[in-house]
């Protein structure tokens, strides 16, 4: 594929099946690209900067937020779109999006969320994004959400692929109505944001961990992959300084994996020759993809961050008090509705009812790290995060 051109299997805005609620047609920017800047003036959007990736925000200011992630993952997909030809606006919009419907605290907020809402449909962050661009999202005159074309809700639902057997709800029911094809795969673009997503992530994680003193250089030497990236930047500069030696292994592993992809992505593409983006959603696969041993490489990777960051003590000690944040605020607000704002109680039939648990966790799920924080102090006067 020559730098420009585009594949004749990439998502075209003039061919896209639309807006569930109609519009008119901008002069000056493409659907995708309306979708990009409709993300980014999200109020979840901007949410992202005050939630957590793996460390509270007031843990350090170089830590990655949600914020920051996304902008990486955008970055990577942007950067793969333009060399295998898919559109970049719609790459650049699903990377943005995918994040909205995150919790405060990260994964803690959202297991403590999704075990608390086991009774009204449990919380999936894919199926919260959902509700944020559908539902909750409350800016325009003429409908709810942010009104995106099909193929960036579609992207959006399939970032983990195809939906099969037990579907959340809130993706249930909003496809009821709106169908977006759940048993397939995504566009390319979809699954090229997706990708970016886990590439973005994992280096990300080596360098926080590597800057929270988690882990050294020299315990990452035995990993496939990212041990000879390492090796290879100490051999070349064997008198760097360690942040520099982090950042510079941590660029190289980026590069590998967008390598990686590129090359097993085209392999697919030379063996199913898609012709166009509906090729694509019809194959048994997905068209863009890891190889084999970067797979394998990627899962030693994950274990290891498993064991020496995600479960580490400081971050264990965080996580806890996160989710005691989570039931004190749900518990609260759902035997006292009137406790949340006037916007979000109102029309709320009783306590504990499904619609007031449901509110409730949307109310939460929108949280920032430091709302949540001060919320808690201010309804429970104690600052249990001194603790």
Known sequence: M?????????????????RRFPEPASATRSEFQRDRDRVIHATAFRRLQYKTQVFVYHEGD????????????????????????????????????HDLGHTPFGHAGEDALNALTGD????????????????????????????????????????????T???????????????????????????????ADDIAY??????????????????????????????????LHPDLEPGRVAHEGVRRL??????????????????????MVEDVRALPEPIVAFSEDLK?????????????????ERVNRATDKARRIVADLYALYIAEPRRMPAEWADGLDAP?????????ADFIAGMTDRFAIAEHQRLFETDIWST
């Open 165 to 195: 057997g037990d579907i959340p709800l809130a993706i249930a029911e909003y496809v009821a109505g709106h169908d977006l094809e759940l048993a397939t795969f995504a566009g390319p673009e979809a699954q090229a944001a997706a990708l």
């Open 2 to 18: 020559r730098p420009g051109q585009q594949a004749s299997f990439a998502s075209d805005p003039e061919l896209s099946r639309g």
């Open 254 to 275: 980026i590069g590998a994996m967008i390598d990686d992809l590129l090359a097993e992505t085209r392999a697919r593409i030379g063996r199913w020759r898609p012709e």
């Open 202 to 235: 994992n280096n990300h994680d080596i360098d926080d961990g590597l800057r929270a003193g988690l882990f050294a250089v020299e315990d990452l030497l035995d990993l496939p992959l990212v041990g000879p990236v390492f090796a290879e930047v100490r051999k």
């Open 296 to 312: 394998a490489a990627d899962a030693a990777l994950r274990r290891f961050l498993m064991a020496r960051m995600y479960r580490a």
């Open 120 to 163: 009204v449909g449990g919380f999936d962050h894919n199926a919260q994004t959902l509700r944020l661009i559908t539902r909750l999202e409350a800016r325009y005159a003429d409908f709810d959400g942010l009104n995106l074309t099909w193929e960036a809700l579609e992207g959006v639902v399939k970032h983990n692929g195809p939906l």
């Open 352 to 360: 504990e009812s499904p619609r007031t648990r449901r509110r409730a």
């Open 62 to 97: 170089h830590f990655r937020t949600r914020l920051t992630h996304s902008l990486e993952v955008a970055q990577i997909a942007r950067s793969i779109a333009r060399v295998l030809g898919l559109n970049e606006d719609l790459a650049e919009a699903l990377a943005l999006a």
